[in-house]
């Protein structure tokens, strides 16, 4: 069965810092996506980034990126120059071909932006 | 534009009530979802379709129903609403099976 953990469950970064979210994930599939979803305090669930597993480099969303490594199974969302605006819930997810369209979520990491 | 709504966005109800909730959606996507998010577990799915007359199981579907009798609506039925079915729910929509998965507003149930 996959599984996807995310330890952080809080994390505090200043205003225009870089910060990474971990994610690692369980699978014995070959083929498989990773999605990072970001929610506000509002509770809207938002799609940021999405990584194929054969996708040869990282993917990239303004300043949004995933860095992601096969051999250890993860795929850290790293957000640059962080804003206030950022402050909020993210969620790593991975999708495996087999199950076509199904979401495993993991936990979530609450990230806060500070002055 | 196109769009994914919830209704209700909020709903309190009693132990042993049935409840729906709805979901529709004015992409045409033929993929849909139902989760519940809870603290300390993330979101996990309850039941999706795949098109019309198409409903599958999730992970957690123990004391829930979808139909889908059109393109743009799959509804949730709670049969018997119990407390341990108090959480957020989330319906989503996809293309096809590869795209991300787009969600709605999310529906705050409370079962007293």
């Known amino acids: 069965a996959q599984k996807i953990t995310q330890t952080q469950p809080g994390m505090f970064v200043q205003e225009k810092e870089a910060v990474t979210l971990d994610c690692t994930y369980d699978?014995?599939?070959?083929?498989?996506?990773l999605f990072w979803y970001k929610q506000p305090s509002s509770g809207e669930m938002i799609f940021l980034i999405y990584?194929?597993?054969?996708?040869?480099q990282n993917a990239t969303e303004g300043r949004y990126s995933l860095n992601f490594q096969k051999a250890r199974k993860s795929a850290n969302l790293v957000i640059s120059a962080s804003q206030l605006g950022d402050s909020a819930m993210y969620f790593c997810?991975?999708?495996?071909?087999?199950?076509?369209?199904?979401?495993?979520f993991g936990t979530g990491t609450r990230l806060q932006v500070t002055l | 534009d196109a769009e994914i709504t919830q209704s209700p966005r909020h709903k309190i109800t009693e132990t042993g009530r049935q409840v729906t909730l709805a979901c529709h959606q004015t992409w045409n996507h033929n993929n849909m979802f139902w989760y519940r998010q809870d603290l300390g577990h993330g979101l996990r799915l309850i039941h999706y379709?795949?098109?019309?007359?198409?409903?599958n199981k999730g992970e957690v579907s123990d004391g829930y129903s979808v139909s889908r009798s059109n393109t743009e609506d799959l509804p949730l039925t709670l049969e018997s609403a119990a407390s341990s079915q108090t959480s957020v729910y989330f319906c989503?929509?996809?293309?096809?099976?590869?795209?991300?998965?787009?969600f709605g507003p999310g529906t705050r149930l409370t079962v007293l």
């Open positions: 997810a991975m999708r495996n071909t087999g199950t076509a369209s199904k979401l495993t």
């Open positions: 989503a929509t996809q293309r096809q099976a590869m795209d991300e998965q787009f």
């Open positions: 990584q194929g597993s054969y996708d040869e």
């Open positions: 699978t014995s599939d070959q083929s498989y996506g």
């Open positions: 379709s795949y098109g019309v007359q198409d409903t």
